[in-house]
Each structure stands twice: as structure tokens, then as C-alpha cells.
């Protein structure tokens, strides 16, 4: 039995690739990942206020925050609220709405946008095998789902941050 290809070597994968979307969609993704940046580092300032609670913020732990991977930075802001006696259940709920919608700029950082031939869409192709060993059917994303991703990134850190101040953690420009 013959294995599908999946990367044809004689072809240059990236010949064409800034044609794979329009200039709609390619802003769509843009903003996608801006807003997961700017929420990254939005969460690494959620994990200084809570490991500097009740005190102003030390910079001495900023490079090491900065620098963890997203699932860290929950892991750390859920050990902090269990350290700080907050209830365990609802930030767990808010640090699992924010993986949640990380999951879909994830879903765009790493598989390929397949050329569109649909202009109100755009086919996304996972590359990583399911628990059946194939790969998945491509995804189709329109430009209003993919910046509705955006929205969830960041309407869910931001009710985190909402959250933590509403608790009494000091608001980031208090910390400085």
C-alpha cells in the first residue's frame, strides 16, 4: 500500500506562499498574532503582580517570565492563586478559557495555509498526525472567525486581569 506524500521535496514550499491568502485574510492572521503577543506579555505581568503580591513589582524575574511558554505562565498563575488562598476553580476556568482560545492561533502558527480557492475562506492544514495516525482534514476559517479568535484571546486574558484586580492584586501601573 502506497503512503500519501506529504511534502513533495522537488518543490519549493514557500514559492507562492504570499499569494496563499488575500490581503484580508492575511490581515485577519496578522491581527491573530499581534493579539496573542500583546497577550503573552500581558500574562507574564499578571504572573510578576501575583509573585510580588501585595508588594510593587520587582523587574529581577521579568526576563525568566517573559520567556516561559504560554502553558508556564497559566501553570504559574494558578500556583500563585492556590499560594494566595483564591479559589481554585475559577482560575482555573479563566486560565482554561485563555489555552482554549490560544488554541486556535496555534491551530495558524503551526500548520500551513493552503492557497485559497474560496475568497470568503482559508483551508488550514495540520501537519500533526491524530490519534489514528493520519492527518486531519484540512480546516476552513473565514476572515471574521479568524478575528474572532483574536477577540477570544483577548477578551480572555483580559478577564483574567479584570478578575485579579477585582481580588485585590495591584493594578499593573501600580507596580512600577
Known amino acids: 500500500m502506497t503512503q500519501p506524500t506529504i511534502v513533495d521535496v522537488d518543490v519549493d514550499p514557500f514559492e507562492g506562499a504570499e499569494k496563499a491568502a488575500t490581503p484580508e485574510f492575511q490581515q485577519a492572521i496578522g491581527l491573530l498574532f499581534v493579539v496573542s503577543g500583546a497577550a503573552e506579555g500581558a500574562l507574564a505581568l499578571e504572573v510578576l503582580r501575583m509573585m510580588s ?4 513589582l520587582t523587574l529581577t524575574a521579568t526576563p525568566l517570565v517573559c520567556g516561559m511558554e504560554l502553558k ?3 501553570g504559574m498563575i494558578r500556583t500563585y492563586a492556590a499560594m494566595h488562598g483564591l ?3 475559577e482560575i482555573s476556568a479563566l486560565t482554561d478559557d485563555i489555552r482554549t482560545a490560544f488554541g486556535k492561533r496555534n491551530e495558524f502558527a503551526h500548520s500551513v495555509v493552503k492557497p485559497q480557492t474560496d ?3 482559508v483551508l ?3 501537519l500533526k498526525f491524530d490519534s489514528r495516525g493520519q492527518i486531519p482534514n484540512p480546516q476552513r476559517h473565514t476572515a471574521d472567525q479568524i478575528r474572532g479568535y483574536a ?3 483577548h477578551s480572555s486574558v483580559r478577564a483574567l ?3 485579579l484586580t477585582q481580588i485585590g492584586y495591584r493594578k ?3 507596580l512600577l
Not at 53 to 56: A, D, F, S
Request: proline share 12%; charged share 35%.
Open 53 to 56: 503580591h501585595p508588594n510593587k
Open 72 to 74: 508556564v505562565k497559566l
Open 87 to 89: 479559589d481554585p476553580k
Open 119 to 121: 475568497p470568503k475562506s
Open 124 to 126: 488550514v492544514q495540520s
Open 151 to 153: 477577540r477570544a484571546i
Open 161 to 163: 486581569h479584570d478578575r
Open 172 to 174: 499593573s501601573t501600580e
